[in-house]
């Protein structure tokens, strides 16, 4: 009972919480790389062996505490804490451009498993564009100046069924023994955690950070919950500071073969959506997507279940592809103004 009530937790976090790949590239074997401190290597070099030591197999501790209410009368939401196993792997890297594809991997007492396809975090030097949030069911392509994307990566991290989530941009920094990339500050939609309270804020303006440590690394984020002003249609105002702390460890003691094999039987299918987003994007400037508090993105359901099917031999690879382009196309048409 314990260990089912643990799995039950571990989903209902996992689903709470650079510009677009318009061009797919051939998958690679997971990369054993590790940041190499050795001053002969170039920053570009060092830079892609820090984003490839996020791929292994984690225990991953979820940390979410409101810290500081900026609008009387709120008070800070109690500190939440989980934990879940999650293998993150390659799904491209062609030099400037990285995919990793996180994957939750539990099991019960019994025996069973259960495998949830988490977030993806796409990276890539020097972009020209970002995919980033632009308010309620939108996201928009957004320019990078010539001096921003200068020695710059993009971060553009994608939901469950890879519908876009924030995109920002940054620098890997190698000062007083830290290896770590920041954002800009990024929009960012609820996370369902936040969405199903109905809460007096509607976004998040956060900063995203990626470091190393000794055991693995840690992904930070600073989010400032925005709201509109009371009696005020015009800019968001803060509501209360919030940080997520989600710490990855290299373990063994677990088997990710059914995480593995998920990805295997699934991966040729997800590079359609992901190829069916993209187009979507590169179409109109951006994406139209409703989202609902329970579930997310409209399409998460569906375009899950059939990367179920397809692994369980019910739905071929073409025809699921095929199902996930035409919702796709019909989920991202926005209404008329």
């Known amino acids: ?57 984690w225990r991953v501790r979820f940390d979410m505490r409101e810290n500081v209410s900026f609008r009387a009368g709120y008070e800070p939401l109690e500190e939440k ?26 099991s019960d ?51 469950t069924d890879d519908s876009p989530r924030y995109g920002g941009v940054g620098h890997w920094a190698y000062d007083h023994g830290q290896s770590e990339w920041t954002s800009n500050p990024t929009w960012r939609p609820l996370a369902r955690r936040d969405a199903v309270r109905n809460p007096i804020y509607d976004r998040y303006l956060g900063t995203n950070r990626h470091a190393l440590t000794p055991q693995g690394w840690v992904h930070i984020q600073d989010n400032v919950k925005m709201g509109q002003a009371e009696g005020d249609g015009g800019d968001p105002v803060a509501i209360v500071q919030e940080d997520v702390i989600n710490t990855y460890r290299r373990v063994d003691n677990y088997d990710p073969a059914p995480g593995d094999a998920y990805w295997t039987a699934t991966k040729d299918y997800w590079a359609g959506v992901r190829a069916a987003w993209d187009e979507v994007a590169a179409r109109n400037g951006g994406i139209y997507l409703e989202e609902e508090a329970n579930r997310g993105a409209v399409t998460g359901k569906p375009l899950m279940d059939w990367a179920e099917e397809i692994q369980a031999g019910t739905l071929t690879t073409e025809a699921g592809i095929a199902q996930a382009r035409d919702l796709i196309g019909r989920a991202t048409v926005a209404p008329a103004s």
């Open 1 to 57: 009972m314990r260990q089912a009530l643990m799995l039950t937790t571990v989903l209902a976090a996992a689903l709470a919480a650079s510009a677009p790949a318009f061009a797919e590239t051939a998958p690679m074997a997971i990369s054993g790389a590790t940041p190499v401190d050795a001053p002969a290597i170039s920053q570009f070099e060092r830079d892609r062996q820090s984003i490839l030591a996020q791929a292994g197999q």
């Open 81 to 106: 804490l989980s934990a879940g196993d999650e293998i993150v792997r390659v799904v491209y890297d062609d030099g400037n451009r990285i995919s990793l594809q996180h994957i939750l991997v539990m």
């Open 109 to 159: 007492d019994a025996g069973n498993h259960m495998v949830i396809k988490h977030w993806r975090q796409d990276w890539v030097y020097e972009p020209e564009t970002v995919l980033t949030y632009a308010g309620p069911n939108r996201w928009t392509v957004t320019p990078v100046s010539a001096e921003d994307r200068r020695g710059a990566w993009s971060q553009t991290v994608w939901q």
